[in-house]
T-cell receptor, first 110, second 113 residues
Framework: QKEVEQNSGPLSVPEGAIASLNCTYSDRGSQSFFWYRQYSGKSPELIMF????GDKEDGRFTAQLNKASQYVSLLIRDSQPSDSATYLC??????????FGGGTRVLVKP | KAGVTQTPRYLIKTRGQQVTLSCSPI?????VSWYQQTPGQGLQFLFE???????NKGNFPGRFSGRQFSNSRSEMNVSTLELGDSALYLC????????????FGPGTRLLVL
């Protein structure tokens, strides 16, 4: 079992809709979680991080963390074609390392 | 503040050669982590340095090594290159431990022929 898992997609959403991305993790000791966006051929860029259970909102993005169920999610509201990218979920795992999931490819169709 | 910089940006080598990649973290950041990204394996952790000490290492063979200098700049070296080493090598820096937010450089794309 991978430490951080994501559905590879592609997740196809119409422009203006909400894109919902999920990520599960196996290490119950994981404390911090991060969402990165990566455009093709570019390096990952941080969208947001979340440490506490519940929701955290930043603009059109909302991260949700549920430590009891060991999942993290990212909602993208009012999706735009420019949101088309691969979204990487990462969490701290045993040994104080940051472990990345395989990424979910999102396609926003005009 | 300037972001994380990596040099060179592109590199072509042949099997058996060695390569050294360089990373300059964001000013004031003390932790540097290295990752290998390939289409098949995704983003895989190589190693992490904090204050010139390697604190974590991923599951890569001993051909992969690194170091960090007193100014926090870091280098990674790959010896005896194999075709499978072709990848995007990413460096990320964070202010303190790697569990803090990491900021990525543009990467070095290595092609091994």
């Amino acid at each position: 079992q991978k430490e951080v898992e994501q559905n590879s997609g592609p997740l196809s959403v119409p422009e203006g809709a909400i894109a919902s991305l999920n990520c599960t993790y196996s290490d119950r000791g994981s404390q911090s979680f991060f969402w990165y966006r990566q455009y093709s051929g570019k390096s990952p860029e941080l969208i947001m991080f979340i440490y506490s259970n519940g929701d955290k909102e930043d603009g059109r993005f909302t991260a949700q963390l549920n430590k009891a169920s060991q999942y993290v999610s990212l909602l993208i509201r009012d999706s735009q074609p420019s949101d088309s990218a691969t979204y990487l979920c990462a969490g701290t795992t045993a040994g104080n390392k940051l472990t990345f999931g395989g990424g979910t490819r999102v396609l926003v169709k005009p | 503040k300037a972001g994380v910089t990596q040099t060179p940006r592109y590199l072509i080598k042949t099997r058996g050669q060695q390569v050294t990649l360089s990373c300059s973290p964001i000013s004031g950041h003390r932790s540097v982590s290295w990752y290998q990204q390939t289409p098949g394996q995704g983003l895989q952790f190589l190693f992490e340095y904090f204050s010139e000490t390697q604190r974590n290492k991923g599951n890569f063979p001993g051909r992969f090594s690194g170091r960090q200098f007193s100014n926090s700049r870091s280098e990674m070296n790959v010896s005896t290159l194999e075709l499978g080493d072709s990848a995007l090598y990413l460096c990320a820096s964070s202010p303190g431990p790697p569990t803090e937010t990491q900021y990525f450089g543009p990467g070095t794309r290595l092609l091994v022929l």
